[in-house]
């Protein structure tokens, strides 16, 4: 046998007394793990609470939920709670800072209130945005930072929060007559919410803040004259058709808003990092879904409304949305004077719309000539 051999078997007898020795090692590791109890871990359990009683935002909710629970493979569990199950709507944000309940699928708008920058993150002036732009300046324009300077700074509250679900522009209405000039609307008793509520009272209508189960009663009753909630779909869960046969789209009073998710802080901060991000991503892949969701409902439920119901949808005038944008201005120009935040995240979003907005406008072709070239006229 050669030298070089004599290496070669003794390089395979060393090999094999490897393998054998890691084998051994490998099945005794097994063994062991296999005679040890398996301790499995208590997941953890988040109660959210939903500012929706039912219908198509409930649904969005749930949405979220289900897909939190289905990414943490059984490691977290969120229940979702129907509006009221522990406390009043307007309560809920005060509720998630102090732990009462662990979160919260709501608007900016409910807590207005506590300060009017909260509108600017949703029900604030349109720019030429929509709330999917609106929502690009949160993530990646400074809005993200400014949020979380009102909670944490301005407000202090012990609060995270995530925005998820741009919302098609909201319609101005139902009314009992149809609308063709501003004038037909000073006096009107009007339901909205949030900065919406100064702005049409700036054109001279009287403003209920109601919530959305109250609308509909409110205006059988005479309580109001005309309201708004959000969609089609929502509005004909609300029976908002049998109250009104005269339904206008298009405004400028809530044209870029979303949903917003919160959690308690302390709570969030004690969570594992991959749960955290759970409940983040969760609702950026919610925030898609609505949005593709919503296509279809509010499209086939405007359908219904128009050939089930007889309801007729007219396009709001642009007097009236000019009328709007004027009386923006005015709002926007006296709150900014009182409250230098309020000023700083206006001159952000401002800054970032216009940036943003003379790509994409310049850029868009014109979707509804493409549109009526092949189904006609609206």
């Known amino acids: 046998m050669t030298k070089t051999n004599e290496v070669k078997q003794d390089e395979a007898l060393s090999r094999r007394k490897f393998l054998k020795g890691s084998g051994l090692a490998a099945t005794g590791a097994a063994a062991a793990v296999l005679s040890t109890p398996h301790l499995a871990k208590a997941a953890t359990v988040l109660k959210i609470q939903a500012a929706w009683g039912g219908g198509i935002f409930l649904e969005f909710a749930q949405d979220y939920v289900n897909r939190v629970n289905k990414m943490a493979g059984g490691s977290m569990k969120v229940e979702l709670l129907g509006v009221g199950a522990v406390v009043k709507t307007a309560e809920m944000q005060t509720a998630v800072h102090k732990g009462v309940i662990d979160g919260a699928h709501l608007v900016t708008a409910y807590w ?23 929502m690009g300046w949160v993530q990646y324009g400074g809005g993200r930072a400014l949020y979380n300077e009102l909670m944490h700074e301005k407000l202090r509250l012990n609060l995270v929060g995530f925005f998820s679900g741009p919302m098609p522009a909201q319609p101005l209405g139902w009314f009992k007559e149809e609308i063709k000039d501003p004038s037909q609307m000073k006096g009107l008793k009007y339901r909205t919410v949030g900065l919406a509520a100064d ?9 209920v803040q109601l919530p959305g189960g109250e609308i509909q009663p409110a205006m059988k009753s005479g309580l109001i004259d005309a309201a708004e909630f959000n969609n089609p779909t929502s509005d004909m869960d609300f029976g908002m058709q049998d109250v009104s046969k005269f339904y206008h789209l298009g405004s400028f009073h809530q044209s870029q808003e979303s949903f917003e998710i919160i959690f308690n802080k302390t709570l969030f901060d004690n969570l594992a990092p991959e749960q955290q991000s759970i409940l983040e991503y969760a609702s950026e892949a919610a925030s898609a879904d609505m949005a593709w969701k919503a296509m279809e409902r509010y499209s086939s439920d405007l359908v219904r ?41 206006l001159a952000s979003q401002k800054a970032w719309a216009k940036r943003h907005g003379a790509y994409a406008l310049n850029n868009a072709p014109d979707y509804k000539g493409a549109y009526e070239h092949y189904f006609g006229k609206l």
Not at 113 to 131: D, I, N, R
């Open 112 to 134: 207005y209130s506590k300060s009017p920058v909260a509108s600017l993150f949703g029900t604030g002036p349109c720019f030429g945005w929509t709330a999917n732009e609106m």
């Open 199 to 207: 702005v049409l009272q700036e054109m001279g209508m009287s403003v």
């Open 305 to 345: 409304l128009k050939e089930e119901f007889g309801v007729n949808v007219i396009r709001t005038p642009d007097s009236v949305m000019q009328e709007q944008l004027k009386a923006w201005d005015t709002v926007v120009a006296r709150i900014s004077k009182e409250d230098p935040f309020f000023a700083k995240v």
